[in-house]
């Protein structure tokens, strides 16, 4: 097997997206690799045909990439303990496409996302993102999906 020395995992901050993050740090440091944590805000809806009271479209996507970055500070001074190998990076746009993306600009070895598991209907309209990125990586996918509640 291949050592993986560039890990990229995804988060949305659900509590799916830390738990897959927990095993692409731990695999991190096993290999001694270099993880790259990422965050995609979905493209907003383009609003400027609506009335928004008190707040311009530029400003609203500007709370939103402000609210991002605190949120992704605070989970990695929560996370990473005393590991130092990592990069973060905070994206607009289509989820499964900028991971995609992101993963080949720095060369992932592997990509490490959570998964809802969904099925039937919700599938249908929500459809996967993590399914969306297995189909689309050229190199391995780590899916991970919380433990069913016991």
């Known amino acids: 097997m291949k050592p993986f ?12 997206s830390e738990y897959a993050f927990d095993y692409a740090l731990t695999l991190a440091k096993q290999f001694d690799g270099e993880l790259t944590i990422m965050h995609v805000i979905n493209e907003p809806v383009d609003l400027r045909g609506f009335y928004v009271p ?13 609210g ?21 990076t ?7 496409e ?27 309209i929500f459809g996967s993102t993590a399914e969306r990125v297995v189909r689309s990586a050229s190199c391995p996918v780590l ?5 069913a509640e016991q």
Not at 5 to 16: C, H
Not at 90 to 96: D, L, R
């Open 68 to 88: 991002a970055n605190k949120m992704m500070e605070k989970f990695c001074g929560t996370r990473l303990g005393d590991f130092t190998k990592f990069t973060t």
């Open 5 to 16: 020395g560039k890990i990229l995992t995804a988060i949305d901050f659900s509590e799916n």
């Open 98 to 124: 900028e991971i995609i993306r992101k993963a080949e600009e720095i060369g992932a070895s592997l990509i490490v996302v959570g998964t809802h598991g969904r099925t039937g209907l919700d599938h249908l």
């Open 54 to 66: 008190h707040i311009s479209f530029e400003q609203l996507e500007k709370e939103i990439e402000e």
């Open 90 to 96: 905070i994206v607009s746009g289509i989820p499964y």
């Open 143 to 147: 899916t991970i999906r919380l433990p």
